[in-house]
């Protein structure tokens, strides 16, 4: 009964924390993909190749498992609030520094600590998100969780179209500070998460998480292992479908800056509507089938997606698999939310989920050394990623167990935590 009523209407709490969560992983996003825009242009200037450029990718991706596992437990022994805006502000000051970058070696080593800071976002925002929002709104509020995601990617795309020529790369960097407005934001207009103040309340303080956070490791590993095996295959369908696609349009196809900025911004509002479209649908059929309809349909878009000709064709193929890709992923943040035991949610979600980045972190440069050994042709690369993982996703998600409608019981049972975020 409490959670129907809970259910029935939103309060302004629950709308800022739901700002701030898509919010914080939208930015995140903008920063990352900054350079995903600029990475031919980066390469030039510090006179490497596009494949050890991609090493910055790759390394990036590798670390961010680091910050899960550094960021997470805090979060789950101080609070999701204070964790996340001192994460943001870390990965804001991060990012101007990349801008003065004066050689590769520098680039290279603030992209690894961006890397950390990048790793704790994703696990504290969504169950920041997650915990305070209804329970009925969990699946589209999900979808619009995950489609921060593509936000900061289109956010990306526009000012890489409008004014990424004049700013240069270093200026491009050089706005990845911004987020840090949103770290005051939070701190001043957002409320702590109250399934972690229901349990600090009810254990021994704030070691009471953290104790129960081993245990609940050691009992459900079966859960980690399938989690991470999954977290793998869907960072592969996501990086493998977007990072070397600008290089793929400009390099392979000869398409300007201000064309590749329109496709991209094409395929992330794509990406975007799919998230929702998918999240809202995961609450009516469940997390397990809408995941598995979304990937399967990605496979007949490929040829489109990597070998059509003209930018016509190219931005259609692209808005689909995005929509198809970025749907089955906006599942995600409610599938890994629910899977998970209680007293592991900040930790776990967003540790499966990069330690899947890490197996999935050479895709850049495995794309690009199989694109160069063709000639050239990144289509092929990008083909022969997008289809494999898709396949793969659907056959683990076949086995997988729904968790749709799972209650956070620690929030159900204490109303007058609930009562801190009206």
Request: hydrophobic content about 55%; cysteine-free.
């Amino acid at each position: 009964m409490a959670d129907s009523a809970q259910s029935a209407t939103w309060t302004g709490a629950q709308r800022r924390t739901l700002f701030a969560g898509v919010g914080a992983w939208a930015l995140d996003a903008f920063d990352y993909f900054v350079l995903v825009f600029v990475l031919s242009t980066m390469a030039t200037a510090f006179h490497i190749t596009v494949v050890t450029a991609t090493l910055a990718i790759t390394f990036t991706l590798l670390m961010r498992p680091v910050g899960a596992i550094i960021f997470g437990p805090l979060a789950e022994r101080f609070g999701r609030k204070p964790i996340l805006v001192a994460n943001i502000a870390i990965f804001a000051l991060i990012e101007l520094a990349t801008a003065a970058s004066p050689n590769f070696a520098t680039f290279f080593v603030l992209r690894i600590v961006y890397g950390i800071a990048m790793g704790g976002i994703w696990g504290v925002a969504s169950a920041l998100t997650l915990e305070t929002v209804p329970r009925a709104s969990r699946g589209v509020v999900s979808g619009l969780f995950q489609a921060g995601y593509p936000i900061g990617y289109l956010i990306a795309s526009i000012v890489y179209g409008f004014i990424g020529t004049t700013l240069g790369w270093r200026g491009m960097f050089a706005i990845g500070v911004v987020p840090i407005l949103l770290a005051v934001y939070i701190f001043f207009r957002v409320d702590e998460s109250p399934v972690w103040l229901a349990n600090r309340g009810a254990g021994a303080g704030t070691g009471a998480p953290r104790a129960r956070f081993w245990p609940a490791l050691a009992s459900n590993w079966p859960i980690l292992i399938f989690a991470v095996v999954l977290m793998a295959a869907f960072n592969y369908f996501s990086h493998g479908t977007q990072d070397i696609y600008p290089t793929f349009l400009k390099l392979q196809h000869g398409f300007t800056p201000g064309t590749v900025s329109i496709i991209a911004i094409s395929y992330n509002i794509a990406a975007i509507i799919g998230a929702l479209v998918a999240g809202t649908l995961s609450e009516r059929f469940g997390r397990k089938r809408v995941i598995i309809i979304f990937a399967a349909l990605s496979l007949p878009v490929i040829p489109l997606w990597a070998f059509a000709s003209g930018s016509i064709a190219l931005g259609i193929g692209a808005f689909l698999m995005q929509f198809m890709v970025q749907g089955a992923w906006g599942i995600i943040p409610a599938y890994l939310n629910e899977l998970v035991p209680e007293g592991t949610r900040a930790v776990l979600p967003g540790f499966v989920y990069q330690l899947g980045n890490v197996i999935a972190s050479p895709n850049a440069t495995i794309q690009a050394a199989i694109a160069q050994s063709n000639g050239g042709n990144y289509g092929v690369a990008l083909a022969i990623v997008a289809g494999a993982v898709a396949i793969v996703i659907v056959v683990l998600m076949a086995f997988s167990r729904e968790t749709r409608g799972r209650r956070f019981a620690d929030v159900d049972s204490a109303p007058a935590a609930r009562a801190q975020t009206v």
